[in-house]
């Protein structure tokens, strides 16, 4: 049987050319995790976060799941949202989506997979919400594209929704919600201009994007 040897040279070489370069590296990052950033991102393999914005580990706390929802009945997804705002302080919450999602693709086109087709029902409920912003797209590919970003600023307000959020504004926490979607074909993450960074700019964004639903 394989047992992924190949995968562990793999990281024997890796660890070694970080301590050549940076001796000390892996006995401060064992010290230490003090990561300003929180990712909620899609489980997508094509996309690796921290490297791909030039992050060292340590420095970006991840959560990652089929098409980057944050669910509030997701135990898994709230916990880790509380423990990196309440106990690593972060600064800064990224929703990150990408174009031509799988998992936003089968919402949309209504693709039935299995026990997934539940979780995917998420992104209908959206897909419904929005379907007269979806209907003015020209194209399937453009439609999706607009699904994809719709859900992003759909999570983002997930994130501001949560008591985690709203109780950390409240005793006056700095920290804010940001939307981002990655293109594959060039490997470039997109601002969306969503941030959100206390419960005036929550109630404002839903507000704007209620209104793209008439």
């Not at 024997?12 to 001796?23: F, G, M, Y």
């Not at 106990?87 to 026990?115: D, M, P, S, W």
Request: hydrophobic share 40%.
């Amino acid at each position: 049987m394989n047992k992924l040897e190949n995968l562990l040279e793999n990281n024997k070489h890796w660890a070694e050319n970080v301590k050549k370069s940076d001796p000390t590296f892996f006995q401060r990052l064992s010290t230490l995790q003090a990561p300003k950033y929180l990712w909620i991102g899609c489980s997508d393999s094509r996309i690796t976060p921290a490297t791909s914005i030039g992050l060292l580990p340590g420095e970006l706390f991840v959560h990652r799941n089929i098409a980057n929802l944050v669910v509030h009945t997701d135990m898994n997804c709230l916990s880790v949202i509380q423990f990196a705002v309440e106990v690593l302080q972060v600064e800064h919450i990224i929703v990150c989506g990408h174009y031509g999602c799988g998992g936003v693709k089968a919402a949309l086109e209504n693709t039935r997979f299995g026990l997934i087709d539940n979780w995917l029902r998420h992104i209908q409920d959206v897909g419904r919400d929005y379907k007269i912003e979806l209907e003015r797209a020209e194209t399937d590919e453009e439609k999706l594209d607009k699904l994809c970003e719709i859900n992003v600023i759909e999570q983002v307000m997930n994130v501001g929704d949560t008591t985690i959020l709203q109780d950390a504004w409240l005793r006056k926490q700095n920290i804010a919600i940001h939307g981002w979607i990655y293109y594959l074909t060039d490997g470039i993450f997109r601002d969306l201009q969503v941030t959100v960074s206390s419960l005036k700019e929550l109630i404002n964004l839903r507000a704007k994007m209620l209104t793209k639903q008439k």
